[in-house]
Antibody, heavy 118, light 111 residues
Framework: EVQLVQSGTEVKKPGESLKISCKGSGYIFTSYWIGWVRQMPGKGLEWIGIIYPTDSDTRYSPSFQGQVTISADKSISTAYLQWSSLKASDTAIYYC???????????WGQGTLVTVSS | QSALTQPASVSGSPGQSITISCTGTSSDVGGYKYVSWYQQHPAKAPKLMIYDVSNRPSGVSNRFSGSKSGDTASLTISGLQAEDEADYYCNSYTSSNTLGVFGTGTKVTVL
């Protein structure tokens, strides 16, 4: 069974750093891109970026370029999304998902709620 | 890259059929057969319902169907049921970037 399991809820202060994770199982982790998607409170889905775990080839949405860093450790089948300096506007649920050809996301993690507040 | 345009809300009575539209441009919806649809219940992760315009993943009810005409894709839910009440998002491959572009989302209400 394909599963993506994300790390738990985070509560941070503005300016702090954060790294959240997404662990894949039930499939060959290095054979598929992993995508990250943001959902701000009461809002829709937004692409953040994607990573190919085999070689860590990474692509970012222009809106997120320079704001976050996506990485992966293929030895433990885990992808990461990190911030060096959080802002209140980063408050959102962040989802990882397995990306297939044609941009479809066929399996999703349960989401990680990140709250940034002073 | 602007989000694809979806109606904010669509409603129907149990047993009826409803259709949700997803309008883009020739650079995304109109240019590729790579439109997917996602269902999201409150406080849950999205779930893939349709991919490549009209294909259903294993386990998805055949009450859900997808189509495309020009720059507009559509998701039809037939035999509407209470459990179909959720938010729905389209996504399309786009020539503007290598990620894709989501729709604005549609809230489906079962009356």
């Amino acid at each position: 069974e394909v599963q993506l399991v994300q790390s738990g809820t985070e509560v941070k202060k503005p300016g702090e750093s954060l790294k959240i994770s997404c662990k894949g199982s039930g499939y060959i982790f290095t054979s598929y891109w992993i995508g990250w998607v943001r959902q701000m409170p009461g809002k829709g889905l937004e692409w953040i970026g994607i990573i190919y775990p085999t070689d860590s080839d990474t692509r970012y949405s222009p809106s997120f370029q320079g704001q976050v860093t996506i990485s992966a450790d293929k030895s433990i089948s885990t992808a990461y999304l990190q911030w060096s300096s959080l802002k209140a506007s980063d408050t959102a649920i962040y989802y990882c998902a397995r990306r297939q050809a044609g941009s479809r996301l066929d399996y999703w993690g349960q989401g990680t709620l990140v709250t940034v507040s002073s | 890259q602007s989000a694809l345009t979806q109606p904010a809300s669509v409603s129907g009575s149990p047993g009826q059929s409803i259709t949700i539209s997803c309008t883009g441009t020739s650079s995304d919806v109109g240019g590729y057969k790579y439109v997917s649809w996602y269902q999201q219940h409150p406080a849950k992760a999205p779930k893939l319902m349709i991919y490549d315009v009209s294909n259903r993943p294993s386990g998805v009810s055949n009450r859900f169907s997808g189509s495309k005409s020009g720059d507009t894709a559509s998701l039809t839910i037939s035999g509407l049921q209470a459990e179909d009440e959720a938010d729905y998002y389209c996504n399309s491959y786009t020539s503007s970037n290598t990620l894709g572009v989501f729709g604005t989302g549609t809230k489906v209400t079962v009356l």
